[in-house]
């Protein structure tokens, strides 16, 4: 997806270092008369914001670990839905589980004008089971093959990936983590193993499954806040 151009320089003589002088070099090099030399410290890769372009054209890969508390709308959609159990249930350090994952970002054309990203991400969340009404473990998880296109410019050939517009020049990948996994939630969070719901009988089930949308209402409350 990459495409390297290498320039050739010319080689040219450098004049011999007088004695002495390279262990000069090495005793100044990281010091001075106000202290050690530091290299400046590099920003959060998913904090920065950059344009697609920048993104893209720079191959950006980006290995993901940072914990849930770290994104301030899914915490708070979790953080709603856990309220509703009694403080002695409430999984303690929720906002501690890690969302894990990697990014990377390239050009979807030869042509580099199609900004793409790919890549994978997934937490598992403390919930609330619609059935029981019980703590539970949510598992999330979402593929990304995404190409970044102006809402205003004209229609592209995605090729497999989703087309995924922005009324902005720039963005920060943990808002778009953020974005994905939100619309990863399910409708009704439940155990997946009935064994272990202390649930009623079949006919409750299947109703709580047909009017129960927790996870759906929290997630359009957060959508209306933007």
């Known amino acids: 997806m990459h495409e390297i151009k290498s320039l050739a320089r010319k080689s040219r003589s450098v004049p011999a270092l007088s004695p002495g002088t390279d262990s000069f070099l090495a005793e100044r090099f990281d010091s001075d008369r106000r202290g050690p030399y530091h290299a400046r410290a590099m920003g959060n890769l998913l904090r920065d ?30 953080g709603s839905d856990l309220e509703t159990l009694d403080p002695d249930k409430l999984p303690s ?30 937490v598992t969340i403390d919930a609330v089971c619609q059935r029981c009404l019980e703590p539970m473990q949510l598992p999330l998880a979402a ?19 989703e087309v995924w517009e922005t009324d902005e020049e720039q963005l920060r990948p943990l808002d778009l983590i953020e ?36 996870f759906a209402d929290l997630k359009s409350q957060m959508a209306n806040k933007k």
């Open 49 to 78: 914001r950059r344009t697609p372009q920048e993104l893209a054209a720079s191959g950006q890969v980006i290995e993901i670990s940072e914990k849930i508390g770290n994104f301030e709308r899914l915490a708070e959609i979790v």
């Open 93 to 122: 350090g929720w906002r501690d589980a890690v969302v894990a994952g990697r990014l990377s970002f390239g050009f979807a054309d030869a042509q580099h004008g199609l900004p793409a990203l790919e890549g994978a991400v997934a």
């Open 179 to 214: 974005e994905v996994l939100i619309m990863s939630m399910p409708i009704s969070a439940l155990h997946e193993d009935d064994t272990v719901c202390v649930a009623a009988d079949a006919d409750d089930i299947a109703a709580e499954q047909g009017t129960t949308r927790p």
């Open 143 to 161: 593929e990304l093959r995404l190409l970044f296109a102006d809402t205003e410019g004209d229609p592209v050939n995605a090729d497999g990936f």
